[in-house]
Nanobody, 124 residues
Framework: QVQLVESGGGLVQAGGSLRLSCAAS????????MSWFRQAPGKEREFVAA????????YYADSVKGRFTISRDNAKNMVYLQMDSLKPEDTAVYYC?????????????????WGKGTQVTVSS
């Protein structure tokens, strides 16, 4: 089992940047596919980005491709989401999630462990 805690959210103007962090405790992080999801008010939780166990493969939602970068440091048990060129529509609570399988998937049902989220607000 793994416990996940997100940090780094905040208020930023459109065009700005934020870096989210996800700290993992418990089992070794390198055994999990890691992803970021987000949920805006009144909307369903949606996939943002994923990274393979080794960090060699990444996958992004079309809405963030070219602007967001997911990375991981297994030695530090950390996962990151660098968010650049932020837009007001990126405003949401961002969640870190872990999946025990080696296959990257996008549905929320594919992830066994979740953090409590960190709020990102982008003003226009």
């Amino acid at each position: 089992q793994v416990q996940l805690v997100e940090s780094g959210g905040g208020l930023v103007q459109a065009g700005g940047s934020l870096r989210l962090s996800c700290a993992a405790s418990g089992r070794i992080l390198g055994t999990y596919v890691m992803s970021w999801f987000r949920q805006a008010p009144g909307k369903e939780r949606e996939f943002v980005a994923a990274i393979s166990r080794s960090g060699g493969s990444t996958y992004y939602a079309d809405s963030v491709k070219g602007r967001f970068t997911i990375s991981r440091d297994n030695a530090k048990n950390m996962v990151y989401l660098q968010m650049d060129s932020l837009k007001p529509e990126d405003t949401a609570v961002y969640y870190c999630a872990a999946r025990t399988s080696s296959v990257i998937v996008t549905p929320t049902s594919g992830y066994q462990y979740w953090g409590k989220g960190t709020q990102v607000t982008v003003s226009s």
